[in-house]
């Protein structure tokens, strides 16, 4: 059955610490793999995609993820986070005519 | 460009009610696609129509429908609402082409009283 998992559904973490949150899938197609931001009252938006090519992608504000394929694991990571980072973050998976989407990790960022 | 739009932004109904939500998508786009989204579920797939046609359908009930428009938008309908509607009812709207990402509105929030 196509998935994605989030381990750590509540994070929180002070100002300057470093972040990695866990994303695992499973699909048997071509993977397209997405991390979303919901950010309190906003719409959600992409923060980093993989189509391809170089496994580590950079996204916006200082994001980046890695594509594992052998553990199937796009894990998101940021070296110092910010206060403004207090959001939801959804990792996705492209499949057929569909995302698939985790339950989300809801990160709070203490000042 | 505009983004994705979604009206209206809340709604509260009582059950046994139906509800039409609309979404308009990004110029251009011919992909919508619609997800609730609950606390603790995450977001959970509802459908997805290119071109007038639904392409995929999630596991939610037949009283949840939608169709979508020559002009691309599209509406969600759910009749005889249940208390358990009650959620964040997302559109995303995209090329449908393939190595693309969706775009979001900011929802309907639906209340179920």
């Known amino acids: 059955a196509q998935s994605v998992s989030q381990h750590n559904h509540h994070v929180i973490l002070s100002e300057a610490a470093s972040l990695e949150l866990g994303c695992n899938y499973s699909y048997g197609g071509t993977v397209n793999l997405f991390w979303y931001v919901q950010y309190p009252g906003q719409h959600l938006q992409l923060l980093l995609k993989?189509?391809?090519?170089?496994?580590l992608v950079k996204g916006i504000k200082g994001f980046e993820a890695e594509f594992i394929k052998s553990k199937f694991s796009f894990n998101l990571r940021k070296p110092s986070v910010q206060w403004s980072d207090t959001a939801e973050y959804f990792c996705a998976v492209r499949g057929t005519y569909k995302y698939i989407f985790g339950t989300g990790t809801r990160l709070k960022v203490l000042a | 460009k505009a983004g994705v739009t979604q009206t209206p932004r809340y709604l509260i109904k009582t059950r046994g009610q139906q509800v039409t939500l609309s979404c308009s998508p990004i110029s251009g786009h011919r992909s919508v696609s619609w997800y609730q989204q609950t606390p603790g579920q995450g977001l959970q797939f509802l459908f997805e129509y290119f071109s007038e046609t639904q392409r995929n359908k999630g596991n939610f009930p037949g009283r949840f429908s939608g169709r979508q428009f020559s002009n691309s938008r599209s509406e969600m309908n759910v009749s005889t609402l249940e208390l358990g509607d009650s959620a964040l009812y997302l559109c995303?709207?995209?090329?449908?082409?393939?190595?693309?990402?969706?775009?979001f509105g900011q929802g309907t929030r639906l209340t179920v009283v």
């Open positions: 995303a709207s995209s090329s449908g082409a393939g190595n693309t990402e969706a775009f």
């Open positions: 993989y189509f391809s090519g170089d496994p």
